[in-house]
């Protein structure tokens, strides 16, 4: 598949490239990025084709949005596509502290809010440190169970009530072209379908090559709607990039890896040797041979990535390589799969 194949959102007009850019990474999560950097991250993201790129509030409480809003904001800079998130507001601290792996953040607390006023502040807040006039699509961020917990059950009903008004209204009036989820769960999602209608979803994590549960419901259901999805986590935080044949810790998910998740990355990595492929091309290719999912947004915390991305995405991977996966059942049997480029001219 070519990076540049586009998708449509939903039903919407908007269609996105099928490699995104994750910007977590600008808000300095794991390691701290210069600004220069970051400036450089992007200039070379951009020079490299990249025109689709997703920020949050969230990522070191608005550093990411200040500079990505930077690096679009130049005057050549138009033909791109943005995604940020409502449901966090920062508020003033005094002082900077690590939180939730984002080094040398802003000096903002967080405060969750999935009201119909605290969206729509969000949003306005967004545009200001952006210093953009669009928002292309906009996601409620983290709501469910794996962030809230118990509280959720108070929550989720605030954000499907008031949160959603706000964010259909939005949509309504064009100042947005497309509302989702973006979380770390799909039963969330699965849940949020029944209360209004969704473009599409940012499901981080949950549709991997090492973990497929949302095929049992979520994802036909995401195709029965014509709700698209939009893949973050693709290496589940960073172990299916550097394998784990080299010196760990390995990354999963947000903390150290687990070692049933050790054992199957090692299992998979054993057939990527056999095959010559790298473990990080198979896991960025993977979820896109899913109908439902219009593109894969990898988070890039260094300039060398992004040759590296492009190259891994350009890898070509043989049928029998998926073939040898689904054999020793490493992904599911009913995981669709890419199609060498052999298959498809056929
Ligand atoms: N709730 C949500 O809405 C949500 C949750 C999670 C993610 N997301 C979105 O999805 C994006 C991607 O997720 P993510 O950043 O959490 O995780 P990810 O893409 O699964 O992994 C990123 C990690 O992989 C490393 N990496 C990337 N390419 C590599 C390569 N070629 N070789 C070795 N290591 C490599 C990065 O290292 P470097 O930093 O050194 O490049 C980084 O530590 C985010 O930026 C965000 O936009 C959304």
Not at 185 to 203: I, N, R, S, T
Request: with cysteine.
């Amino acid at each position: 598949m070519s990076r540049f194949q586009k998708s449509r959102i939903g039903n919407t007009e908007l269609a996105i490239d099928a490699l995104g850019f994750g910007c977590a990474s600008l808000g300095n999560l794991y390691h701290a990025v210069s600004d220069e950097d970051a400036t450089d991250i992007l200039t070379t993201a951009w020079s490299n084709g990249f025109r689709y790129f997703d920020t949050a509030p969230h990522y070191g409480q608005g550093l990411s949005e200040r500079r990505v809003g930077d690096a679009l904001r130049s005057s050549s800079r138009k033909d791109y596509i943005l995604s940020t998130k409502v449901g966090r507001l920062l508020r003033p601290a005094g002082y900077a502290t690590e939180r939730h792996g984002f080094l040398s953040p802003m000096p903002f607390d967080i405060e969750y809010d999935y009201s119909y006023d605290g969206v729509m502040r969000s949003f306005e807040d967004s545009l200001q440190r952006l210093g953009l006039d669009r928002i292309d699509i906009l996601f409620m961020h983290d709501v469910g169970r794996v962030t809230h917990g118990d509280d959720n059950d108070l929550l989720f009903p605030i954000a499907m009530d008031g949160g959603y008004r706000a964010m259909n209204e939005l949509r309504q009036s064009g100042r947005v072209s497309a509302i989702g989820l973006g979380v770390n769960e799909y039963e969330v999602c699965e849940q949020a379908l029944k209360c209004g209608d969704w473009d599409c979803f940012l499901l981080a994590g949950r549709y991997t090559l090492l973990e497929q549960q949302a095929l049992d419901t979520f994802l036909p259901k995401c195709v029965e709607r014509n709700c698209s999805i939009i893949i973050g986590g693709a290496y589940n935080s960073g172990i299916l990039a550097t394998g784990v044949s080299g010196m760990g810790p390995w990354n999963y998910d947000y903390g150290p890896a687990p070692d049933d998740v050790v054992r199957k990355v090692a299992a998979i990595e054993s057939h990527c040797a056999e095959f010559g492929i790298p473990l990080a091309a198979a896991a960025l290719q993977f979820p896109l041979a899913h109908p439902a999912v219009a593109s894969v947004i990898p988070g890039i915390g260094n300039v060398r990535r992004i040759d590296q991305t492009l190259d891994l995405f350009a890898t070509e991977i043989p049928d029998d390589f998926w073939g040898a996966l689904l054999k020793h059942e490493l992904i599911r049997g009913d995981a669709p799969t890419p199609l060498s480029t052999d298959s498809t001219s056929e």
